[in-house]
């Protein structure tokens, strides 16, 4: 087995090769490899979403997938649900109702949110605790994060 390879992937709309080593997980290519940051490690046993992202339009916690599954793959991180210097609909919503909280379940939080107002542009509250099932706050609970999350779909955003 090579000591490194090299891995190119689609991040945030740009076509980046990175050189890992071939059992790395997805995470630390994001993390260490591109220095997309905004992705965090919490349990690394796929428990807590702190490293959600997208990978082919599918949420996932990086932790858990292997950087070579990525190989040719679009990946879209907590930086590029931004559009350039502005915020998008969800991450200023989560700025408006204080749901960052501590901010370290927010990257998270906000990819989950991003992917449930996508299928579900209206959801109700029981459909934005089921689409963000997956990831774990623990600071001092969810209601700022869910007040967030309708408020969006209140505006019409989420789609």
């Known amino acids: 087995m090579p000591d490194t390879i090299l891995l190119t992937l689609q991040v945030n709309g ?12 997805l995470l630390d290519v994001l993390r260490e490899g ?23 339009g599918r949420v996932v916690n990086s932790c858990l997938i292997p950087a070579l599954q990525a190989q040719d793959a679009v990946v879209v991180t907590v930086e590029g649900l931004a559009g350039g210097e502005a915020l ?4 200023d919503a989560f700025l408006t ?13 906000l990819m989950a949110a991003d992917d449930l107002l996508r ?11 089921e689409g963000l099932a997956g990831n774990l706050c623990r600071c001092t609970g ?4 869910l007040d967030a999350v309708q408020a969006v779909a209140r505006q019409g955003e989420g789609k």
């Open 119 to 129: 299928r579900c542009p209206n959801p109700d509250r029981e459909q934005v605790r």
């Open 14 to 25: 740009a076509r980046r090769t990175v050189e890992t080593h071939p059992m790395a997980r």
């Open 142 to 145: 969810y209601s700022k994060i």
């Open 34 to 56: 591109l220095r997309l940051t905004g992705t965090k490690e919490g349990c690394g046993e796929g428990e807590c979403g702190a490293c959600t992202v997208l990978l082919n």
């Open 88 to 91: 998008s609909p969800i991450q």
């Open 97 to 109: 109702h204080n749901a960052a909280q501590c901010g370290f379940c927010t990257p998270g939080m």
